[in-house]
């Protein structure tokens, strides 16, 4: 399957999501949030640890479906940026399961790769 790839996600967000298999993140990262607007509730996502330039074949992460998708600005504390906010976008998933990368390519600064889904001895992230 051919999936929009969301990269850098920690690895407690990872392992929250595969203990409990609805998990909502808060995206920050202007990439993803990028990503995102590419895709509508109901779609599914690859999330994997790794950053943008290090995702290539055989990349394991895990496969979600996005089931509500909120964007929304917050106020930073002027102490600690020069700016004065920041985009947000919570995602409620559901777990599909376990992925690898065949393929990756990149279309218009978003990430998309073709993914298998693994059973979950395969998976030798952790």
Known sequence: MELIVLV???RR??????RNPYRT??????????ALEK???GRKVFLTYETFQDITRST???IAEILRMERM?????????DERE?????????????GKVL??????GVLKAKVREMMPHEMAMG
């Open 13 to 18: 967000a990872l392992d929250s999501l595969l």
């Open 39 to 41: 895709l509508q509730e």
């Open 86 to 98: 920041q985009m947000v976008c919570r995602i409620q998933l559901r777990l599909i399961g376990l």
């Open 60 to 62: 394991e992460g895990v």
């Open 103 to 108: 393929e990756v390519g990149e279309e218009g």
């Open 73 to 81: 600005e917050q106020k930073i504390l002027w102490e600690e940026s």
């Open 8 to 10: 850098g996600i920690s």
């Open 25 to 34: 993140l808060e995206i920050r990262n202007a990439r993803n949030i990028g």
